[in-house]
């Protein structure tokens, strides 16, 4: 499962907004080449909440254990929530491929994370990522009445 792919997937939910940073489009070099997915259904981009999953292709400061400056690594984090987090995070090596454990920072906060899913973790992520974008959906709703 690549970038692209789990791109493609999430884009198709209802009232997403994909920003994907890139060179000169003012974002911070740091974030160019990942992926961020907000629950935005006015196309704008919420000023006061996180998104829902990220996609990060390098190592950003204090996160470096996943090791993502390895060739073709990187890691798809999901704000599930801390009862899709307690049933799923795995303790594990923070730079196992293809294994879905707490986000080595956001954990606590019901992040989960996959670097480089695939056979073992590609249906769950996609799970996951649907139950993200539902959890941000009825935020925002809740905020919006």
Do not use: C
């Amino acid at each position: 499962m690549g970038i692209d792919e789990i791109i493609e997937v999430v884009d198709g939910f209802e009232g997403v907004l994909v920003l994907r940073p890139q060179e000169g489009d003012g974002s911070p070099e740091i974030a160019w080449g990942d992926a961020f997915f907000y629950y935005a259904p006015d196309g704008n981009v919420p000023k006061t909440t996180q998104p829902f999953a990220t996609i990060v292709t390098k190592d950003y400061p204090g996160d470096e254990g996943s090791r993502l400056d390895r060739p073709g690594a990187f890691r798809v984090n999901i704000a599930a929530g801390k009862d899709a987090s307690a049933r799923w995070a795995a303790q594990t090596d923070p730079s196992a491929e293809d294994v879905l454990m707490a986000h080595p920072v956001y954990g606590n906060a019901g992040w989960l994370a996959v670097v480089n899913p695939g056979k073992r973790t590609g249906t769950v992520v996609l799970e996951l990522l649907r139950t993200a974008h539902e959890l941000a959906r009825a935020r925002y709703e809740r905020r919006s009445a």
